[in-house]
């Protein structure tokens, strides 16, 4: 009864190498979002979506691309990784604004290695 | 978002309260006081969130200043399992339709280290 999965838990590449992370919810919330944590542990948002559509994009590459083919899927590809995008990439979920508690549940994160 | 301050690290011991501070002298009257957790490796947690009331739930109690200017995150009987990384994070109102009102925040934390 998984709420938040995400796949890979572990992902190691070469540079330059293009991957993709996929992220599943089964709370029926119809936004999610993606945050990255660095070596320095902080946790900033990249991305959010509601009902498939792009609310939040935060100033990140364009090398990073979420795709959003249902309410229940957020995923984010990568092209070109560089060192730099290592870090642990955690997929959130929540209601939309208009609930008055709409906490966002995290998934296990995945851990992105790029050597 | 409003800016909060945590002390970066705490102990408490096995069976105790452990109470986190926070400060966020600089909040809205439309924005909330949320609190996450960050377990080793695991990904965020929510704990509580209050606008100007107390308020508690099964995991946690939250006692906000009158001025709403700093708050104290009350575990009333922390466990080893409670040791992690704690967040206070103010955001506008979590049901607004105002773009961004979805975005969390994350500061640095407080790491809280519960002994046996």
């Known amino acids: 009864d998984t709420a938040v999965s995400q796949t890979p838990k572990y992902l190691v590449t070469q540079m330059g190498n293009d991957k993709s992370i996929k992220c599943e919810q089964n709370l029926g ?3 999610m979002y993606w945050y990255k944590q660095d070596s320095k542990k902080f946790l900033k948002i990249m991305f959010s979506y509601n009902n498939k559509e792009l609310i939040i994009n935060e100033t990140v590459p364009n090398r990073f691309s979420p795709k959003s083919p249902d309410k229940a899927h957020l995923n984010l590809h990568i092209n070109s990784l560089e060192l730099g995008d290592s870090a642990v ?3 959130a979920s929540s209601h939309t604004s208009g609930r008055v508690n709409n906490e966002q549940f995290f998934g296990p994160g995945t851990r992105l290695t790029v050597l | 978002d409003a800016k909060t301050t945590q002390p970066p690290s705490m102990d408490c011991a096995e069976g105790r309260a452990a109470n986190l501070p926070c400060n966020h002298s600089t909040i809205s009257g439309n924005e909330y ?3 996450y957790r960050q377990i080793h490796s695991q990904g965020p947690q929510y704990i509580i969130h209050g606008l100007k009331n107390n308020e508690t739930n099964e995991m946690a ?3 906000i200043t009158e001025d709403r200017k700093s708050s104290t995150l009350i575990l009333p009987h922390a466990t080893l399992r409670d040791t992690a990384v704690y967040y206070c ?3 506008v109102a979590p049901h607004s339709f105002l773009q961004g ?3 969390l925040v994350f500061g640095q934390g407080t790491r809280l280290t519960i002994n046996p």
């Open chain 2, 61 to 63: 109690s939250l006692i």
């Open chain 1, 89 to 91: 990439y955690f997929c």
């Open chain 2, 89 to 91: 994070i103010v955001r």
């Open chain 2, 101 to 103: 009102a979805q975005k």
């Open chain 2, 33 to 35: 006081v949320y609190w």
């Open chain 1, 29 to 31: 919330h119809d936004t």
